[in-house]
């Protein structure tokens, strides 16, 4: 049987302020191989929805050779928290107008198809991209106002919550 637990977003937002220009050494780093960004994000979630899916198509970090596509990569990641009907974190596609500290948001570029960047919230001012500021990893910011990146089209992950089987 399914529970449904609150996403602690004070955790989440703990965690991604004190990781977001260094490395957690308790995971791999991502970086030089094709970025850390969502694997950051998921760390940051983790931390405010501590339960991991271990399924074949599932959301987890065991060791830099046993961890889930969506644990490290921007649309696997995506597709997991849409998507999950099952233990661990969940989400929605949400309008900026309903974010909250500890959601993600996920950035295309350029003529890209897909999106390319995720980044957690961290502060909110404003619901406008001036006012949110957000963390993220690869390039390493913290606190950064969402208006300063050159996107193209961006999408707001509304954590809605986490679940553990009983």
Not at 5 to 17: G, S
Not at 64 to 80: D, I, K, R
Not at 134 to 160: E, F, G, M, P, W
Request: some cysteine; charged content about 15%.
């Amino acid at each position: 049987m399914l529970k449904n637990r609150t996403y602690n977003r004070n955790a989440a937002v703990d965690y991604a302020l004190k990781y977001a220009l260094v490395r957690n050494p308790e995971y791999f780093n991502y970086t030089t191989s094709g970025g850390n960004c969502t694997n950051y994000i998921s760390q940051c979630i983790y931390a405010g929805a501590p339960k991991m899916n271990f399924t074949d198509n599932g959301w987890y970090y065991i060791s830099p050779a046993n961890t889930s596509t969506s644990w490290a990569n921007v649309e696997p990641l995506y597709n997991f928290l849409i998507n999950n009907k099952s233990v661990g974190p969940y989400a929605t596609i949400s309008p900026l107008e309903v974010c909250d500290v500890g959601d993600v948001i996920q950035l295309r570029f350029g003529d890209a198809f897909a999106f390319g960047h995720s980044l957690i919230i961290t502060k909110i001012e404003s619901r406008t991209p001036t006012g949110i500021y957000v963390c993220a990893n690869t390039n390493d910011v913290k606190n950064r106002q969402l208006s300063q990146y050159n996107y193209v089209k961006l999408r707001l992950l509304h954590i809605l919550g986490y679940r553990i089987e009983e």
